[in-house]
């Protein structure tokens, strides 16, 4: 079986020709979220309509680590360490405190509901970066089918607390991510149908006092969305996509795909380097061992 989809000759040195996607973990009904805890040698994710986090052990497998999980979707970890969270069911970003209480980062703006946080990222300066789709309030599969109040837009909460709505020209905005030196932010916009059009990312150029310019379409997933994705240091994004994963390089080329055979929802780097790219695909949890390390922090 072939794990790998080589589109240009340079993909073969991305991958490793003997190391094979692997099934960690099967039985979920919409995996999503993952995030590596170096630290406590586990990784986390959401099983969204099963409204839990859980948590995958090296040589152990499968404990729950919360539930109910307010049908948690996105997480990372902020400059501390600490579980940052995309909450549908409060419609709310939370931080789990090292004690284990939790703190609310962001559940309105300007006097309304956000609608349902699907992913976060938290940049080097502390401030914490959301995507606010309506998936979580369109149906109660993933959370309670509610009325729309604010666009679906993205926001940053600054190191003191104050949010932003910093990208308000989005159909639905779903994964992001920075590039490696944080001069660029990638967002997809995955449509209000999610499979429909669009389903490109695009790149906006990061300014002086984190201001965004550009925003032009940067690459069109297909088939499939960029529900999902993280960078590698050398900038490469990988992204979700319905066959599987997708490498794009920098300039917005496709350069080759790990195959999964699940729709896949999210990924995240971990490992001993970093050089593990766990995937979140519908029912199940999978690995691969690359030949490129992940950025994600910390
Ligand atoms: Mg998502």
């Known amino acids: 079986m072939a794990f790998f989809e080589i589109v240009d000759p340079a993909f073969r040195s991305y991958v490793l020709f003997n190391a094979p996607v692997k099934q960690l973990a099967t039985g979920f009904d919409w995996a999503e979220g993952p995030v590596w805890f170096g630290d406590a040698n586990c990784l986390l994710f959401s099983d969204i309509p099963n409204n839990r986090i859980m948590r995958w052990t090296p040589g152990v497998g499968i404990t729950t680590f919360r539930q109910p999980s307010n049908y948690a979707n996105g997480h990372t970890r902020d400059r501390e360490g600490r579980l940052v969270s995309c909450e549908h069911g409060l419609r709310r970003v939370t931080r789990t405190e090292l004690d284990g209480s939790i703190t609310v980062i ?31 309030i369109a149906s109660d599969y993933e959370g309670f089918k509610a009325e729309q109040e604010l666009p679906c837009n993205v926001y940053r909460v600054d190191p003191s607390g104050g949010i932003d709505a910093v990208i308000t020209d989005f159909n639905c905005p779903n994964g992001l991510a920075f590039s490696p030196d944080e001069s660029r932010l990638y967002v997809a916009d995955t449509g209000r149908i999610f499979q429909g059009d669009p389903q490109h990312i695009r790149a ?83 690995s691969v061992a690359l030949n490129r390390n992940g950025v994600q922090r910390p």
């Open 106 to 136: 962001a559940d309105g703006y300007q006097g309304k509901r956000l609608n349902s946080p699907n992913d976060v990222v938290v940049a080097s300066d502390g401030a914490i970066w959301f995507t606010d789709p309506h998936y979580g």
């Open 204 to 286: 906006f150029d990061v300014g002086t006092n984190w201001r965004l310019s550009g925003g032009e379409v940067f690459h069109r997933i297909e088939p499939g969305a960029a529900d999902g994705f993280r960078l590698d240091t050398e900038g490469n994004i990988w992204s979700s996509a319905a066959d599987g994963v997708h490498c794009v390089a920098p300039d917005g080329r496709l350069l080759g795909k790990v195959l999964v055979p699940e729709l896949v929802s999210n990924v995240c780097f971990g490992g001993r380097a970093k050089q593990q790219l766990f995937i979140t695909a519908t029912t199940s949890l999978y």
